[in-house]
């Protein structure tokens, strides 16, 4: 009698990790230096892609890091007492009412964890910072989505409606990235003025610098529900690479909560040092701010002049319409030295983030090429 020899199926272990994950796309971050040389040969480049602030952080800034860095050995603050006092110093606010993250992203990540339960409704409106739709799934959230106007700016009566049912938490990002619409304070108490009290208000003004048309604390108090205002010193304060974001809550005991699931040091000595540095100069914040918004003005003055679409950006970016399309319009500009960010966003869009003068120079002098069909 023949006997066959059968070996074991082995059967591949399930995956330990939850099934929500399995269609989530990782956020991708604009291209980098090194992935430009490596795509061109060049050395050189005007990096627009990212909304860093290339007129850099203020010169205080260094000094701070080096004082910070000689003890590398000991523990950060790990509640960063002396820039959350600073911070609530000059906004008005309790110390106890500010939360310091490694970049507004991370205080997303703690307050979406925090808030949302399997199921749960959130409320934002795309396209917008692409974080949010994130987050909210991997916390398996329901997302309810209201599209933007053909202009990009918020439906309001159609935001309005959905924010009158209550979600769990809700999403106002001003100016909104990546397109820089910005909303109106009579836009937020509309919206607000239908939004039931068990709702948490998240407002993202990472971009805050560029637009400081009205108090949005006063207006957040006014409605009396939770809240959360995110904003950053990765933008106008030029410390994207020592990630520093910080968030104002509608209540210390709100700020307790996040901090029960922050991890413990979650911002180096070295990047509270930089913050407050930075936190301090508000001359240089002041200058940069004026120049920046001066040389957009430039470049949505050159876009009108070839006639390109685009929107009324408040940030430091513009938003453009690229007839050739996103990816070949990058693609173009690339090879003239120039790092922009195709989006997918429906229409052929690319964001561009405003350089120094010399940077905008030569964007301005390579647009009509790149952009021709």
Request: negative net charge.
């Amino acid at each position: 009698m023949l006997v066959l020899d059968r070996k074991p199926v082995i059967q591949a272990p399930a995956s330990p990790v939850r099934p929500a994950l399995d269609g989530i796309q990782a956020y991708k971050s604009g291209m980098t230096l090194a992935e430009a040389g490596r795509r061109t040969g060049r050395s050189q480049f005007s990096k627009l892609a990212s909304n860093e602030n290339l007129l850099g952080a203020s010169p205080k800034v260094a000094a701070a890091v080096a004082a910070a860095i000689a003890e590398p050995e000991l523990y950060p603050d790990p509640y960063c007492e002396t820039l959350r006092a600073a911070i609530g110093g000059r906004l008005g606010v309790d110390p106890a009412r500010v939360v310091v993250s490694p970049g507004s992203e991370a205080l997303i990540d703690y307050l979406f964890r925090a808030v949302l339960h399997p199921g749960d409704a959130i409320l934002f409106s795309s396209p917008t910072f692409p974080a949010y739709d994130i987050f909210a799934r991997c916390a398996e959230a329901r997302i309810v989505d209201v599209p933007r106007l053909a202009n990009f700016d918020l439906d309001v009566p159609a935001f309005k409606a959905a924010a009158a049912q209550g979600p769990k938490l809700l999403v106002l990002c001003t100016p909104n990235n990546p397109t820089g619409n910005a909303l109106t304070a009579s836009d937020i108490e509309e919206i607000l003025s239908v939004t039931p009290r068990s709702t948490l208000v998240f407002v993202d003004e990472a971009y805050r610098e560029y637009h400081e048309a009205f108090d949005t604390f006063a207006l957040l108090d006014a409605w009396g529900g939770p809240w959360v205002s995110a904003r950053t010193f990765s933008k106008a304060y030029g410390l994207a690479g020592m990630r520093v974001g910080y968030g104002i809550a509608s209540s210390a005991e709100l700020v307790g909560y996040l901090d029960r699931l922050r991890p413990a040091f979650n911002v180096t000595a070295v990047s509270q040092a930089a913050a407050l540095a930075a936190w301090d100069d508000q001359a240089h914040l002041a200058r940069t701010v004026a120049l920046t918004i001066a040389e957009r003005g430039r470049i949505e003055a050159a876009l009108d002049d070839l006639g390109v679409e685009h929107t009324r950006s408040e940030a430091n970016f513009v938003f453009l319409r690229a007839p050739a399309g996103p990816d070949a319009t990058a693609a173009r500009l690339l090879q003239e030295g120039l790092i922009i960010r195709p989006t997918p966003v429906a229409g052929g869009w690319v964001r561009i983030t405003i350089g120094r003068p010399a940077d905008n120079d030569a964007l301005i002098a390579a647009l009509p090429a790149a952009l021709a069909r």
